[in-house]
């Protein structure tokens, strides 16, 4: 991850995961005492599942953006919100990294800010359960911790949360818009005061919000229609696009365009994996969000785990939508009652499970089943994922069986 840790982790939060953690186990063992319910207390992932899934046309992709790099001035890399730690790709950063300092700048954009844990202005909609309890974060203190993380890089010159492009159902209290983002562009554009202007390539992981991200900057920057093809399932950018302007050049007009050259232009890229995801419980994560194709991990085994985390953050976000008397820790009874709320039914009336899994996870995708991140974002959790980028990366033949 960009930034340096100095190795001292912060003993409040150490102090704040361990107290979450017994205020978890001392909250089941209330309700199990009582006869009530009791949410899982972890989830356990299981070993079989796929642990990659990088592609082809990744590698390709890479490698050319490797050979592309020497023309590019700024690296704008989209991590998801809900994810701000497992959609961070250690290996894209190496690849792409800057050699000495003012050679290459970068742009961290946090992604569909809105669709993560509201900053603190809770609503009747929201629940507030799982975060009064310390269980899960506010938005607010997930910003606040990474803008302190990523003070300590050279290369870092802005990091930003944007949320969709219409905000969920108009919740959109992202703490950035596009017009931040462009100006932080401009910034950098102007310091390299190029007379050809400045090219930029969007990086990040698949389905992580990049072309979405560059048809926006390009309307906000220029008026233009939107120059890249975007869709709700990762893969569908192939390689690597044609730059398109997204801040227009020198103009004797507009005296604040000078050094701007010929303007800013930007590349789209396609979303790269990481080679191999270590821990099988943010390879869950990733696939929630989307960043894995629908259908590598099985639908139900997904559904399950967002089952997990909506029975720790509050069980009524489901109980009441689908008509559930109780709260449930059983996938099965979980998708038999949106299966039944849906109509999703196979010939003869048969339940279909696999399509109320899918349909329930498109649901939580779109922010219609409670807004949440998957996980905890502490100096101790980043200082975690840095040590984690050290290690060598696993290729392909190297992987577990």
């Known amino acids: 991850m960009s930034g340096t840790i100095t190795g001292r982790v912060a003993a409040g939060a150490t102090a704040a995961v361990t107290s979450a953690a017994e205020n978890v186990a001392r909250t089941a063992t209330t309700l199990t005492a009582a006869g009530g319910f009791a949410p899982r207390e972890v989830y356990e992932s299981s070993t079989q599942i796929t642990r990659s899934y990088y592609l082809g046309h990744h590698a390709s992709a890479l ?46 954009v946090y992604t ?9 202005n809770f609503s009747k909609e929201t629940s507030i359960e799982g975060y009064t309890d ?15 993380f990523h003070k300590n890089s050279y290369t870092t010159k802005a990091v930003m949360f944007l949320g969709t492009s219409a905000g969920a159902r108009s919740r959109n209290d992202a703490p950035n818009n596009d017009k931040d983002l462009l100006a932080a562009i401009k910034r950098i554009a102007l310091e390299a005061e190029s007379l050809t202007g400045m090219r930029a390539m969007v990086v990040g992981m698949p389905n992580s919000g990049k072309s979405t991200l560059l048809n926006r900057l390009r309307a906000k920057g220029m008026g233009l229609p939107k120059a890249a093809q975007t869709g709700s399932t990762p893969g569908v950018t192939r390689k690597i ?24 232009f930007i590349m789209d890229t396609p979303g790269v994996f990481i080679p191999y995801v270590s821990d099988p419980e943010d390879m869950m994560r990733l696939a929630l969000v989307g960043c894995v194709k629908d259908g590598v991990i099985p639908s139900v085994t997904v559904a399950d785990y967002l089952l997990y985390h909506l029975n720790l953050v509050d069980p009524k976000l489901y109980t009441r939508k689908f008509d559930l008397g109780k709260p449930t820790n059983d996938v099965h009874e979980f998708l038999k009652a949106v299966a039944t709320r849906t109509g999703k039914l196979r010939k003869g009336s048969e339940l279909n499970l696999e399509n109320a899994a899918d349909w329930v996870v498109q649901a939580w995708r779109r922010g219609d089943l409670g807004r949440f991140a998957l996980e905890r974002v502490t100096e101790e959790t980043l200082a975690q994922a840095v040590e984690k980028a050290r290690e060598p990366t696993i290729e392909k033949h190297q992987r577990e069986p």
């Open 241 to 264: 696009g044609t730059p398109v302007r997204i801040i227009a050049g020198e103009s004797a007009d507009d005296p604040s365009s000078a050094g701007l050259g010929e303007g800013v």
């Open 134 to 148: 310390g269980r899960y974060q506010s938005g607010k203190d997930i910003v606040k911790t990474l803008r302190k």
């Open 63 to 108: 490698n050319k953006m490797r050979q592309t790099i020497s023309n590019v001035g700024l690296i704008i890399e989209c991590r998801d919100f809900r994810v701000p730690i497992c959609s961070w790709n250690p290996l894209l950063e190496r690849s792409l990294a800057a050699s000495a300092a003012g050679e290459r700048s970068r742009i961290i």
């Open 112 to 120: 569909k800010h809105d669709l993560g844990p509201p900053s603190g």
